[in-house]
């Protein structure tokens, strides 16, 4: 049975404080490693996808890494607009292949 | 082009009772997946349609079914309401292929009292 385990559960960073949200996951054949982010009262917004380890992606403020084990979303010098849970899945290559297997998230707060 | 449109947005039924949630997809999905969001489990997998046929079903009772029509659109029906059944439960598509990105809607909030 796929897991994902994300830490911290919440996180409270000052403006312009950088760091970084943990994604742990055990899977039957990885392929694909998905960052999401949601805000109050909407649905996930899709951020990056990862497929094999040592894979890096970025977007603006955000930076995603990828290992046999785990996945970083690392957040540099965030804005209080970076307030959201950011959410961890992962696709197997079981049976389950159209699904996702989702982390319960990190709900990270920026303060100004 | 406009985004995954759930109805009802929120709801509030009784212990025994039936349901039916709606979810229109982004125009040219043909896959739409289920999932249901609670403080507890978080986002939980409840199954996936592509062309009317359901791909994948996830670990929840028979009381939780679904269908797709021929336009994507997709209905899901949770029958004899528990308290538990109380969460949010969100509707996504994509084109359908493996590895696709899901696209959500705001969910359905679900309340049983």
């Known amino acids: 049975e796929d897991q994902v385990t994300q830490s911290p559960e919440a996180l409270r960073l000052q403006e312009g404080e950088s760091s970084s949200l943990n994604c742990s996951y055990t899977?039957?054949?990885?392929?694909?490693l998905f960052w999401y982010r949601q805000d109050p009262g909407k649905g996930p917004e899709f951020l990056f996808t990862?497929?094999?380890a040592g894979e890096e992606k970025e977007k603006e403020r955000l930076k995603a890494t990828l290992t046999k084990k785990e996945s970083f979303l690392h957040i540099t010098a965030p804005k209080p607009e970076d307030s959201a849970t950011y959410l961890c899945?992962?696709?197997?290559?079981?049976?389950?292949?159209?699904?996702?297997?989702f982390g319960k998230g990190t709900k990270l707060s920026v303060i100004p | 082009k406009a985004g995954v449109t759930q109805t009802p947005r929120y709801l509030i039924k009784t212990r025994g009772q039936q349901v039916t949630l709606s979810c229109s997809p982004i125009s040219g999905h043909r896959s739409v997946s289920w999932y249901q969001q609670t403080p507890g489990q978080g986002l939980q997998f409840l199954f996936e349609?592509?062309?009317?046929?359901?791909?994948n079903k996830g670990n929840f009772p028979g009381r939780f079914s679904g269908r797709q029509f021929s336009n994507s659109r997709s209905e899901m029906n949770v029958s004899t309401l528990e308290l538990g059944d109380s969460a949010l439960y969100l509707c996504?598509?994509?084109?359908?292929?493996?590895?696709?990105?899901?696209?959500f809607g705001s969910g359905t909030q679900l309340s049983v009292l």
């Open positions: 349609y592509f062309s009317e046929t359901q791909r």
């Open positions: 996504a598509s994509s084109l359908g292929g493996a590895l696709e990105k899901l696209f």
């Open positions: 990862l497929y094999s």
């Open positions: 899945a992962v696709q197997g290559s079981g049976a389950g292949s159209y699904q996702l297997t």
């Open positions: 899977v039957s054949g990885l392929r694909g």
